[in-house]
């Protein structure tokens, strides 16, 4: 297995959630179409992106290793399905109008990570660390107070990919082979799903001398690039850290919700993202910190 290489991590992971936190503007380009079809032209166009790529980027005996191990290939199944829920749920609140609670559950996340990487992984906190998964606790713990009831949106958003990121990174498969063979299991329900559909937007012919059509078969390598960064960066960090990097996406789409497309911050949800963001600045300045100490 290859070594881990901080650095390299580091920028990977950067542009993964850099490219996830601008995703509101592509999916607010296909608003006419509906989720689940932009998730099954997700699932085809990235299994076709993926393999184009496997054919040049060459990850040699990868077939003969899935092949022969079975349990590897239900595991790739399993995370498959994790990420498709998490894309279908993801455009959903995007194009209804609940991008703030969107980016809620990416703020999440990484407290799941946390917790997962401690649990399963057997990740240790360092003091200053616990301080800051301890202010993200009371920020979302006091959003879930103030709304009276458990925001669907973000929980699924944020345990959905939790546990594909913790899957990826434990299953011994390259980044790549992994998410082509991701999203080819997924292909025959896709197709199932247009050939159950014929009234679908994208069925029509009419429909592919538009330009959306165009930004529709996008989806290919607008998804498979970030998550082949995402998938390579959990490889080279601890999960912990990987997790709390996941801060700039969420960062970037509530900016945008409140900024260009008029959604409403409340003060309740405004100072859960205060604690988050302390949470945040602490958990930094404990790495910045450790760092000196190395050097």
């Known amino acids: 297995m290859q070594?881990?290489?901080?650095?390299?991590?580091?920028?990977?992971?950067?542009t993964a959630y850099i490219s996830w936190g601008l995703f509101p503007l592509y999916f607010k380009l296909l608003s006419t179409v509906p989720s689940v079809e932009i998730i099954v032209h997700?699932?085809?166009?990235?299994?076709?992106?993926?393999?184009?790529?496997?054919?040049?980027?060459?990850?040699?005996?990868?077939?003969?290793?899935?092949?022969n191990n079975p349990r590897r290939l239900a595991t790739l199944a399993l995370s498959g399905s994790l990420i498709a829920a998490n894309w279908l749920v993801y455009v959903w609140a995007v194009n209804n109008g609940r991008m703030v609670e969107a980016s809620?559950?990416?703020?999440?996340?990484?407290?799941?990570?946390?917790?997962?990487?401690?649990?399963?992984?057997?990740?240790?906190l360092r003091p200053l660390q616990w301080a800051a998964v301890a202010l993200a606790a009371i920020g979302v713990a006091q959003q879930v107070w103030h709304v009276g009831s458990?925001?669907?949106?973000?929980?699924?958003?944020?345990?959905?990919?939790g546990f594909y990121g913790l899957i990826r990174k434990k299953a011994p498969v390259a980044a790549l082979p992994g998410l082509v063979v991701e999203t080819w299991m997924l292909v025959p329900?896709?197709?199932?799903?247009?050939?159950?559909?014929?009234?679908?937007?994208?069925?029509?012919?009419?429909?592919?001398?538009?330009?959306?059509?165009?930004?529709?078969?996008?989806?290919?390598?607008?998804?498979?690039?970030?998550?082949?960064?995402?998938?390579?960066?959990?490889?080279?960090?601890?999960?912990?850290?990987?997790?709390?990097?996941?801060?700039?996406?969420?960062t970037l789409v509530l900016s945008l919700a409140v900024l260009v497309y008029g959604e409403t911050l409340p003060?309740?949800?405004?100072?859960?993202?205060?604690?988050?963001?302390?949470?945040?600045v602490v958990y930094s300045a404990d790495i910045w910190l450790r760092s000196r100490r190395i050097k």
């Open 3 to 14: 070594a881990a290489n901080p650095r390299r991590g580091y920028t990977l992971g950067l």
């Open 42 to 67: 997700r699932v085809l166009w990235s299994a076709l992106c993926g393999s184009l790529l496997l054919l040049v980027w060459k990850h040699p005996g990868w077939w003969s290793e899935l092949r």
């Open 150 to 161: 458990l925001p669907w949106v973000s929980l699924v958003l944020a345990l959905t990919f």
């Open 104 to 124: 809620l559950g990416y703020y999440i996340n990484p407290l799941v990570n946390v917790l997962l990487g401690m649990l399963l992984l057997r990740e240790r």
């Open 267 to 280: 003060t309740s949800t405004l100072i859960a993202f205060g604690f988050i963001w302390t949470g945040l």
């Open 189 to 250: 329900l896709a197709v199932g799903w247009l050939l159950l559909n014929p009234a679908a937007v994208s069925e029509q012919s009419s429909f592919w001398t538009t330009s959306q059509a165009w930004w529709l078969a996008a989806a290919g390598p607008i998804t498979v690039m970030p998550l082949i960064c995402f998938n390579a960066a959990a490889r080279h960090l601890p999960y912990t850290t990987l997790g709390f990097l996941q801060y700039i996406a969420p």
